[in-house]
């Protein structure tokens, strides 16, 4: 089988000014693709001493690729509508879009609009252009945090509201939603050839530094993995996949953490069923409800 790429293909890919987002705009690149960069703005990128350029701009430039920069502050819906409208202007088309911007701090509301409503705002304006051409892929940044919950139970060395929910993790609330736009997005899609997907990166990045700040225990040596092994450039192959032609799965969450892929689902026990179910019933069956030698994995809700 031959090598993958992605000529005459076009990405629009979100924070990609550093970490992972530079690792996805290089990798698409030097196979062929022409990126849109985006970020928040100048402050928010790589640069090398004297450029004018982001870094980014600069490696796939020198590298014979096509790349320019379009700043835009995501958690703006005027500003990441109008990121998408200019990608278009551009381009004539987006055939990719990537999903990356994050941030590890901020409010909730900020990591809703950041996280969950940038990515419904841009995909506004470029979902009727892909059915229209009936060709369209998506890959949408999810979290570990969000599908599973906060390693730390939220809290960290200098969270001193013992009582509270933790702060640090609302952003795992706007990648659970992100998750669900996924899956929404995947059913809506796949009768225009629109495959979308969301993937659960590990690297070590500002987030990450950030996320892990406070945390001296490791008995498992899980940080000190992170640390070593999770480089964005073991991600990036993986985000590389799910945004190609010839990729045939939708729907799905996707992890990608040090050389390690791996598939993250939501499953449906076989359960049980009674039509005179009663609260006893309910206790006496416990087992058999929670029992996970028999699952499903739904396609969607089946209605909405």
């Known amino acids: 089988m031959g090598e993958l790429r992605y000529d005459g293909r076009t990405a629009l890919i979100t924070g990609a000014g550093r970490g992972l987002g530079r690792a996805y705009a290089e990798l698409l690149a030097s196979r062929g693709a022409t990126v849109i960069v985006n970020d928040l703005g100048p402050q928010s990128v790589d640069h090398e001493d004297g450029a004018a350029d982001p ?46 911007a994050g941030t590890a701090t901020g409010s909730l509301d900020h990591h809703l609009n950041l996280h969950l409503k940038g990515a419904v705002w841009v995909m506004s304006e470029l979902w009727a252009s892909m059915v229209k051409r009936q060709f369209g892929r998506v890959l949408i940044t999810v979290s ?38 996924t899956r929404h997005l995947a059913n ?16 070590y990045t500002a ?12 008995p498992a040596g899980r940080l000190a993995w992170i640390r070593e092994a999770c480089t964005p450039e073991r991600a990036a ?35 049980i069923e009674d039509l005179d179910l009663t609260l006893e019933t309910v206790r006496d069956s416990i087992d058999q409800i929670r029992d996970e030698a028999a699952y499903t994995v739904p396609a969607s809700s089946g209605v909405g």
């Open 55 to 100: 870094a980014v701009i600069e490696a796939i430039r020198g590298n014979g690729g096509k790349a320019e920069v379009i700043y835009a502050d995501l958690t703006q819906e005027d500003a990441a509508r109008e990121l998408a409208r200019e990608a278009l202007r551009r381009l004539g088309k987006v055939d990719i879009f990537l999903h990356n």
């Open 144 to 181: 570990g945090v969000g599908m599973y919950g906060s390693g730390a139970g939220g809290k960290r060395a200098d969270d001193d509201a013992t009582a509270g929910i933790g702060e640090n993790w609302l952003y795992g609330v706007a990648k659970a939603g992100a998750y669900g736009f």
């Open 188 to 203: 809506r899609g796949r009768a225009s050839n629109i495959r979308v997907n969301a993937i659960a990166p590990i690297a």
């Open 207 to 218: 987030a990450a530094r950030h996320a892990t700040t406070g945390r001296t225990e490791d």
């Open 237 to 271: 192959p993986v985000a590389g996949y799910l945004v190609h032609e010839d990729t045939e799965v939708t729907g799905e969450v996707w992890r990608a953490a040090g050389g390690k892929v791996a598939r993250i689902f939501v499953a449906e026990t076989a359960g």
